[in-house]
């Protein structure tokens, strides 16, 4: 069902349906999505697979939707699940928490999610829309947008033009087309940087991501899938100050471990940097509106905060999958059935979103603030919420399928239990 114009006649110009900006992992699963609804899709963005030490923890939503989409098979093969989620209090407070540990059957999941690595994913995404007929990829900037109620419109930073009746914003932090749009965005940053590595290493992980909470913020270790040689491997997201950043950064790569082994304690014993250190400073954005006339935005044009709780991409697919739900059935030659969807889509986001910035950003300034009544009502939450059966596993849930409507790429189960763990 396609309903793009034909514009055979003049060179250059481009036609479709939905325009999307953008080709991060956000941009590529909505070609994906918009496709699979039927819409003519064109994607615009270069293909970055560089991102140094860099995983995604995607949830069993997001798993759905990837499933639902036929894209799982392919990623599957770079990726290991994590059946279990350890919090250690490393803080040094005088109010310390037992480890607490969640495990995924309690919910009765067999994984909470799958980690992979980033540029894998987007290797995989990027290749699966070149070879999906209803999706155009266009390896190439967007220098320019128009957005009116007749169409869209944008200008490839190489000449060409591109002539769309929606366009997806999924360029990221900067969104042009977001500026574009007049939508205001408050933003704000933390003495933080989240280093990033991927690691080999002695001991199994036994599919279990664990996080120390520390004074800097997070480290956190998520399983990696093995490979031949080294079986074993974890990625590491460590929240650090600037100052310590550049320490650790400029250290010999023998000295990086050992620093990274004692801050774990030697919990996954002698440790092996597999990949280059990556260093990203850590922010947040709010945006005033999540849509504009014929456009809306999606993931980190939408929202930005750091990696807690690995919820930046998840809640990614949740706008997608919700912006898919808004627009389906709309003729895309009305802009009163477009601007009724994004009524909805506006409406339906700014709870999701806004539980996500707000509630990393409390458990991000919990561990920085060194204050003992936070360091109470902190050790007090986790306590609470951990000893208590319902409330643990509604926690739980909340984190790998949040409650509300679910959208419909969202929906299906999960897939029959899997025989054993895939570490080595
Ligand atoms: C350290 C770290 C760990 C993380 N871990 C997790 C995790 O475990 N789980 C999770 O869910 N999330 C995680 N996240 C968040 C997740 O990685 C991001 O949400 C996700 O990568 C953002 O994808 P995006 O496509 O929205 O943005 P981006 O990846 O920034 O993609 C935007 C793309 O648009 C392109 N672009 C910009 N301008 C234009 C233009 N004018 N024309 C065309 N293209 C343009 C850019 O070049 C870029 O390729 C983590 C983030 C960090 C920093």
Known sequence: MSQANAKDAEPHVIACDVLVAGAGSAGLSAAHAFAAQGRKVVIVGKIETHLAGRTVALFEG????????????????HAAPMEGIRMIDDTGSIFPTSPKEFRSREIDLDAFGENIENNALVAELA????????????????????????????????????????????EGRNSQARQIAGITVQTWSYPQIA?????????????????????SGPFTFVPLRGREGAPHRSSLVWLVSPRDALRLQALPPNMLAAEIEDE???????????????????GAMKTSRVTGTRMAL??????????????????????????????????????????????????????DIGLRING??????????????VDFARAFALTFFSAFGPLRRALMREGVTPHGPTPKLMRARPPVRRPAAREA
């Open 360 to 373: 990393v950003d409390i458990l991000n300034r919990s561990l920085l603030i060194h204050a003992l009544p």
């Open 298 to 351: 999606i993931g980190e044009s939408a929202h930005l905060f750091p990696p807690i709780g690995a919820q930046g991409l998840n809640l990614s697919l949740r706008d997608i999958a919700n912006l898919v739900d808004c627009l389906e059935g709309v003729n895309l030659d009305e802009p009163d059935e477009i601007a009724r969807a994004l009524e909805t889509y506006e409406r339906q986001r700014a709870r």
């Open 195 to 215: 280093l990033t590595a991927l690691l080999a290493h002695d001991k199994p992980h036994h599919n279990i991501s664990t996080e120390f909470h520390k004074r």
């Open 127 to 170: 290749q699966a829309a070149r070879e999906n007929p209803a999706i155009t990829l266009i390896e190439d900037l967007i220098d320019f947008f128009e957005l009116n109620f007749s169409g869209a419109r944008a200008r490839l930073a190489s000449g060409g033009r591109i002539e769309a009746q929606f366009i997806v914003a999924g």
């Open 264 to 282: 774990s304690h030697g919990l996954l014993g002698s440790i092996r940097l597999d990949d280059p250190l990556g260093a990203f400073p850590m």
């Open 62 to 77: 997001s798993l759905r939707f990837y499933r639902a989409l036929g894209l799982w098979p392919r990623c599957a093969a």
